[in-house]
């Protein structure tokens, strides 16, 4: 036993292993430095990370940051064994809250909690978070990993992420010029991405459906269905925004459509929404049938198949469908848009068919 473990092991036999803890970040080292940017300027181990930003040609640079974590999806991680992809979702959903504002992601921060290390699991968790900073082009810049016995069940653990980004003053997207005849492009989800997962995992529970059976409406099990991770719209959104104005952006995430579609838009506009002018992925379909919800309920919790909305002036919106049209990584329909807000009325006003 090496001093290190003698000194450690009055810990250890509380719980903590200390010598598991530093393994696990050697094991990780390699990793993250493959999400390392060029204004990275600290090696893996410090107490914090620096980052040298790239100002240059920027009349006022602005940071915005964003904190965010997976909630109860986890508990599909734990049930199918697999957390390769909770990582992916914990970067998403922080970094595509910061591109909201027009912000391009610098770096970013990890939280790992759990009760006792499995250095394996933690590793796959890990590698999903490097390869949702991969996706965002942002630096995994530094993070933490606690072991606290007695506190999480066995073989769980809870994750938290925090995103930083810059964007030029004069280029901040706040939404204050969306007016009515704007138009509205919905950029595909990939999935329920990280929200009402409470309600999806008491349907699938009642549902009878295994994590290795066939998915309805797919070619997928049950288990790569649901564990699917969120979309990262950061390279098509920050590309396109080189080439035309974007007036205001929404990240749909918990609430839906009528909650974050608001967060947005002036007080005398609506934005009227057409349902059915984008494909419906069959998850929606399947946690409408088994919970009989309605289709108000359903846009109320989820993002139904739009995880990311655009709103642009009408000849912006032509070509930025067809620059969206030409990528490979992301699919773009014009959903609706911005109409005079009627005394008393709603700021989001589904239409349907």
């Not at 181990?45 to 109860?72: C, N, Q, R, S, Y």
């Not at 909770?86 to 770096?107: R, T, Y």
Request: charged fraction near 20%; include cysteine.
């Amino acid at each position: 036993m090496s001093q290190s473990a003698k000194r450690s092991q009055a810990y250890t036999d509380a719980g903590v292993d200390i010598e598991a803890g530093n393994l696990f970040v050697s094991r990780i080292k390699d990793m993250v430095k493959s999400t390392f940017t060029p204004g990275v300027a600290t090696d893996i181990g410090g107490f914090g990370g620096l980052f040298k930003p790239e100002i240059a040609g920027m009349e006022a640079p602005m940071l915005v940051a964003g904190a965010d974590g997976v909630g109860t999806k986890l508990k599909l991680a734990f049930l199918f064994d697999r957390h390769d992809t909770v990582g992916i979702d914990l970067v998403a959903m922080s970094v595509n809250d910061v591109l909201v504002q027009g912000a391009a992601p610098l770096f970013f921060l990890d939280y790992f909690a759990t009760g006792k290390l499995e250095s394996g699991v933690a590793e796959q968790v890990v590698s999903g978070v490097c390869e949702g900073c991969r996706q965002s082009d942002c630096a995994l810049l530094g993070g933490e990993t606690a072991e606290m016995p007695g506190f999480y069940p066995d073989g769980e653990y809870d994750l938290s992420g925090f995103a930083v980004g810059m964007v030029d003053a004069p280029k901040l997207v706040t939404g204050k010029s969306i007016a009515p005849g704007d138009v509205l492009i919905g950029l595909a989800s990939s999935g329920a991405h990280s929200n009402g997962w409470s309600l999806i995992r008491k349907i699938f529970d009642a549902s009878g459906l295994t994590p290795g059976a066939p998915f309805p409406g797919t070619d997928r099990t049950a288990a790569e269905v649901l564990i699917q991770p969120t979309k990262i719209y950061v390279r098509p959104v920050l590309e396109l925004m080189d080439d035309v104005t974007v007036k205001g952006m929404v990240h749909v995430t918990g609430g839906g459509f009528y909650d974050n579609i608001p967060r947005v838009l002036p007080e005398n506009t609506t934005a009227s929404v057409q349902f059915g002018s984008w494909p419906m992925l069959p998850i929606f379909e399947w946690v409408k049938d088994q919970g009989k919800l309605s289709w108000p309920e359903m846009l109320q919790i989820f993002n139904c198949g739009i995880g990311y909305i655009l709103i642009l002036d009408p000849d912006s919106a032509e070509t930025a469908l067809d620059k969206l049209d030409a990528r490979d990584d992301v699919d773009a329909y014009r959903i609706g848009e911005i109409a005079k807000r009627k005394d008393g009325g709603e700021q989001v006003e589904m239409v349907f068919p």
